[in-house]
């Protein structure tokens, strides 16, 4: 297994939205300091989902070999996706809301592994040097963003 630099920003993008959701839940139920930490993760999970819709997965599909490790990561996204609406537009610090990013977190933290060791990980080995200095690139910029 070849060591890549972006798995090295997975880990670090991964850290922090553990950590924003372990700030989170810290924060009691309706604070204003627990409204911006709420947007500060969905912001997060946001960046990393276009990450994953517009490098991850073409890289996924565009190889048959490849593909099995798409529909995980893509139903992921769709959960994903769906969780996050149902925050968006829930009663914000309800008792639902709360199931709700719980449920979240445990499915983030379980993705989590697999995106790091089996997707990220095959994605960078079928890249050129160049595909993946241009993945780096992205990925940085988009921390920025």
């Known amino acids: ?3 890549f630099a972006i798995l090295k920003l997975l880990k670090e993008d991964h850290k922090q939205i553990l950590s924003l959701f372990t700030q989170l839940e810290s924060l009691g139920t309706s604070s204003k300091e627990r409204r911006k930490n709420w947007d500060k993760l969905r912001r997060e999970l946001t960046r990393q989902s276009i990450i994953r819709e517009d490098l991850v997965f073409p890289r996924l599909n ?4 490849l593909r099995w490790l798409a529909r995980p990561a893509v139903a992921f996204q769709g959960y994903l996706d769906r969780l996050l609406n149902q925050l ?3 009663n914000f610090g309800s008792e639902r809301w709360e199931e709700t990013l719980r449920e979240m977190k445990s499915a983030v933290k379980e993705y989590m592994e697999l995106e ?10 079928n890249l050129t040097p160049r595909e ?5 690139s992205k990925m ?3 921390r920025v963003a």
Do not use: A, D, H, I
């Open 116 to 125: 790091r060791e089996k997707v990220y990980q095959t994605v960078c080995e």
């Open 88 to 90: 968006e537009y829930g």
């Open 1 to 3: 297994m070849r060591n």
């Open 140 to 142: 940085l910029k988009s």
């Open 62 to 65: 565009g190889k048959n070999e």
């Open 132 to 136: 993946l200095e241009k993945f780096q």
